[in-house]
């Protein structure tokens, strides 16, 4: 089985939550990727905060996960796949953050389940496999 990683996960284990934490120690580096999106949104998040010891500790934590996890790679089988479930929502009126569309795409594309914290959301896209390991 594969995972991909979403950003409330990888949020959960920069703050070493004890649920997702223990759960990425039970997966091989190879069971896990993370989604070039979810990065961008924690360097974001990241990058928000005022310089200080808190946004330190965060970057250390981020390049430390960022160093043993690998990669989802964005490539045309993922921009299908974001293309077709877009195009899902609309036709069913249905609203899903571009940034998390992306990270489900990651996810049908290497046939892998999404991490999140946030089932209710990404049960809305058609097909994929989601997982909460809080």
Same mark, same amino acid.
Not at 17 to 23: L, V
Not at 42 to 70: F, K, M, W, Y
Not at 102 to 131: C, G, K, P, Q
């Given at each position: 089985?594969?995972?991909?990683?979403?950003?409330?996960?990888?949020? &959960?284990?920069?703050?070493?939550?004890?649920?997702?934490? %223990?759960?990425?120690?039970?997966?091989?580096?190879?069971?896990?990727?993370?989604?070039?999106?979810?990065? &961008?949104?924690?360097?974001?998040?990241?990058?928000?905060?005022?310089?200080?010891?808190?946004?330190?500790?965060?970057?250390?934590?981020?390049?430390?996960?960022?160093?043993?996890?690998?990669?989802?790679?964005?490539?045309?089988?993922?921009?299908?796949?974001?293309?077709?479930? %877009?195009?899902?929502?609309?036709?069913?009126?249905?609203?899903?953050?571009?940034?998390?569309?992306?990270? &489900?795409? @990651?996810?049908?594309?290497?046939? &892998?389940?999404?991490?999140?914290?946030?089932?209710? @959301?990404?049960?809305?896209?058609?097909?994929?496999?989601?997982?909460?390991?809080?």
């Amino acid at each position: 089985m594969t995972y991909v990683l979403d950003t409330t996960v990888m949020s &959960a284990l920069m703050r070493a939550e004890a649920g997702p934490s %223990k759960r990425l120690l039970q997966a091989t580096p190879a069971e896990v990727a993370v989604p070039q999106p979810v990065i &961008a949104e924690i360097r974001h998040g990241v990058a928000r905060l005022a310089h200080s010891r808190r946004r330190r500790d965060l970057e250390s934590r981020l390049a430390l996960l960022l160093r043993t996890l690998p990669r989802a790679p964005w490539n045309d089988e993922v921009s299908r796949w974001f293309g077709e479930i %877009k195009a899902g929502l609309e036709d069913r009126g249905e609203r899903v953050d571009d940034f998390d569309v992306a990270i &489900a795409a @990651h996810a049908l594309a290497i046939d &892998a389940v999404v991490v999140t914290r946030n089932v209710r @959301h990404f049960s809305r896209i058609n097909e994929l496999r989601v997982e909460d390991w809080v």
